[in-house]
């Protein structure tokens, strides 16, 4: 009866401080993007690492050169790909008559020592120097874009930011998708809270890889791509790095910016998760410990609670879920779900818990980070002992 009090306890001050004292992270209306200026006067090189992306690349291509123009070049970094990603591109922009908007590269020999997304991206910052870009673009290949979405970013970068970017909206119609997507983007901004991060009082540091816009003397004060060739999450690295160069990051969310990119199984989504999960935590076992413990009490023993028998430990543990499901249910609503789904965030911590777990044994494996036939987060075995 003790123990259940105090793990209940313990529970609903977590739910207070997450829904308090968590820079209102779970206030997305506060933070979410739907409009922008129709024009926008400045030259912009998108970036677009691409290995394998025949299924998306056309349209995410199409939807950059709506909106492309004399200010707005598309620099296509094709990752050794065997599926025609590069002429798929090609075609995209010869159907929309700007074949003149597009530029072309196939990625170099990947280098000891870099991830193949990021030598992708640092051949287009290079090759991008030609255009004389006043923003660099990075954006993912299985991003779409409004009309909207890339004059937004200029309009918030124009009041004082260095580094903006989305959380674009997640493709979010299979089953496994409603249960885990919306979980994942509320996970995230619990881990890296907007308001801290555009306070340039706070160390805390993200961003969102997908769709990304950063001033090239910016980069460069930050080190260029070179300075986090290694990182596995490198959106949020190469926010780090900007802001402890004395940048300005803004991070939100958006609809106008979409992955077309299903997971239509659960294993998929696994496969995602997992793919930076232990990462995070620096490969450390304790802090994989603290992680499981800390999901455990969480989200998964509030629900439980309500089976205890004991009064206190029911009325708390229903604080705590009543807390979480009203923290969650501006997620759920993003993402034009039924209400009810918002009840579901202990089930989706669960499978989160399950990937962290996979995500460590990957690693010790030697496939951590695995992504695209590379395992891209690595350690020898007494670098690994030395971290845990």
């Known amino acids: ?19 308090l004292g968590r ?3 779970w206030r997305i209306g506060k933070i979410t993007v739907r409009t922008g200026a129709a024009i926008f006067p400045r030259r912009i090189a998108a ?13 995410s291509i199409a939807s950059l050169l709506e909106i492309s123009g004399e200010y707005l070049h598309i620099f296509l970094l094709d990752d050794a ?17 700007k074949s003149d908007s597009l530029t072309t590269l196939q990625s170099r020999p990947l280098p000891p020592g870099w991830s193949g997304k990021l030598w992708a991206v640092s051949q287009g910052v290079e090759a991008a120097n030609s255009f004389a870009p006043d923003f660099l673009l990075l954006s993912d290949a299985d991003i779409v874009h409004s009309a909207a979405a890339i004059p937004s970013l200029v309009a918030i970068a124009e009041r004082g930011h260095d580094l903006v970017s989305f959380m674009v909206k997640l493709h979010c119609r299979s089953f496994a998708e409603k249960l885990l997507i919306p979980a994942f983007v509320f996970f995230f901004f619990m881990l890296y809270p907007p308001e801290w991060i555009r306070d340039p009082q706070r ?7 997908g ?17 986090i060739r290694g ?17 300005r990051v803004w991070l939100g969310l958006t609809e106008n910016s979409v992955s077309i990119r299903p997971y239509g199984s659960f294993a998929e989504i696994g496969r995602m998760i997992s793919r930076t999960a232990f990462n995070q935590l620096h490969h450390s076992l304790l802090l994989l410990l603290g992680a499981v413990i800390g999901l455990a009490v969480t989200y998964l023993l509030p629900p439980s609670l309500l089976f205890s028998h004991h009064p206190v430990p029911i009325v708390l543990g229903a604080v705590a879920w009543v807390g979480m499901t009203a923290a969650y249910l501006p997620m759920i609503r993003f993402y034009r779900l039924n209400p009810l789904w918002a009840l579901t965030l202990p089930l989706a911590a669960l499978f989160y818990t399950g990937a962290t777990l996979y995500s460590a044994f990957q690693f010790w494996l030697g496939r951590g980070g695995e992504w695209k036939g590379r395992a891209q987060d690595q350690a020898s075995h007494s670098a690994r002992i030395s971290q845990s």
Not at 47 to 59: D, L, S, T, Y
């Open 23 to 25: 820079g209102r992270f």
């Open 231 to 247: 990182e596995i999450i490198d959106d949020c690295a190469l926010a780090r790095a900007v802001k402890r160069s004395g940048g």
């Open 47 to 59: 970036i677009v690492p691409a290995r394998n992306e025949a299924a998306v690349i056309a349209r």
């Open 203 to 209: 160390t805390a540091a993200g961003a969102a890889g």
């Open 81 to 97: 790909s065997s599926d025609g990603t590069a002429q798929i591109a090609h075609q995209a922009a010869a159907s929309a008559g």
């Open 211 to 227: 769709c990304l816009l950063i001033r090239p003397e910016t980069l460069s004060r930050a080190g260029g791509i070179a300075a």
């Open 1 to 19: 009866m003790v123990s259940l009090t105090i793990g209940a306890t313990v529970a609903a001050l977590i739910w207070a401080y997450l829904l």
